[in-house]
């Protein structure tokens, strides 16, 4: 599996629709300061999930929607797709998934997956495992290296988890137990409602 392109649309410095292709091996995004190479990460990152105002560099969401230029007017809604190459089959289903994500400057933000509409959740556990996800190994920003290498177990134990494959189950097991602890709950309500009646 591997990233064949991205589309973005009114996404800080983009405002016309920009297609990027990427082959397969090494690509690296050269241009001058300003120029907007981080914010070709930060589309990625936000398109995956990124909900961290920080970690996109700005200080309200709606700062990742174009802004506007002297000559340009600003824009009140951007959109990413994320078109990853699916033709070993890692992720069940077609041998293309593309995840697209569009928010407006009310703060509404939509997922889609193969044009449909989804849950971020969703989009969390298609990736989940691939190592493509928004806190995925293949995403190498600035102090990853050094929280790889870093002396906490539980980090570490949870880059491991994503890289064989077992961060899904212990993320079905959580969502399960709390599935089970809001029956238990409501079983709970429901005998407190049934002695009262009596
Ligand atoms: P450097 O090499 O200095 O790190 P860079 O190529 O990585 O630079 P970016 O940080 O990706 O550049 O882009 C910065 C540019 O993006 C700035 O010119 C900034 O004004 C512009 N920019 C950021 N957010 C928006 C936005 N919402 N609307 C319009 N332009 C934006």
Known sequence: MYLKGLTLKGFKSFPIKTDIFFEKGVTAVVGPNGSGKSNVSDAIRWVLGEQSVKSLRGEK???????GTDTKSEMNSCEVSLILDNSEGIIAGEKEIIVKRKAYR??????????????????REILMDTGIGKDGYSIIEQGKVE???????????????????????????NDAEKNLKKASDNLTRIVDIFSEIE
């Open 61 to 67: 969401m709606e700062d990742v929607i174009f802004s």
């Open 106 to 123: 009310n703060g509404e933000s939509e997922f889609y997956i193969n044009r449909n509409k989804c849950r971020l959740k969703d989009v």
């Open 147 to 173: 929280e790889i290498l870093s002396n906490n177990p539980a980090t570490k134990r949870k880059i491991f988890d994503e890289a064989c494959g077992i961060a899904k189950y212990r993320y079905k097991k």
